[in-house]
């Protein structure tokens, strides 16, 4: 049996929603083994001069812990 952990991030990107919920992933993977997945629960933008000008997202990464029975990669 596995044990899997939540937690919250928030990212950004000058790109796109999609872009910032790879930077939240790719930043999380740094400290972090076995994401499985990431819940992108809230997108939000700064508008400067009618143009968004930064993409937002809050989400939740959920990763598998080391000893809980699955894999230990």
């Known amino acids: 049996m596995s044990v ?5 991030v928030m990212a950004n ?20 083994k076995n994401i499985r ?11 400067e001069q009618d143009r968004i ?3 937002r997202i809050t989400g939740k990464i959920s990763f598998e812990l080391l000893g809980g029975g699955g894999p230990q990669t």
């Open 13 to 32: 990107s000058t790109e796109s929603w999609e872009d910032a919920a790879q930077t939240a992933v790719t930043h999380a993977a740094q400290t972090l």
């Open 4 to 8: 899997i952990k939540v937690i919250e």
């Open 53 to 55: 000008t930064e993409y």
């Open 37 to 47: 997945s990431i819940y992108v629960k809230e997108l939000t933008a700064v508008v």
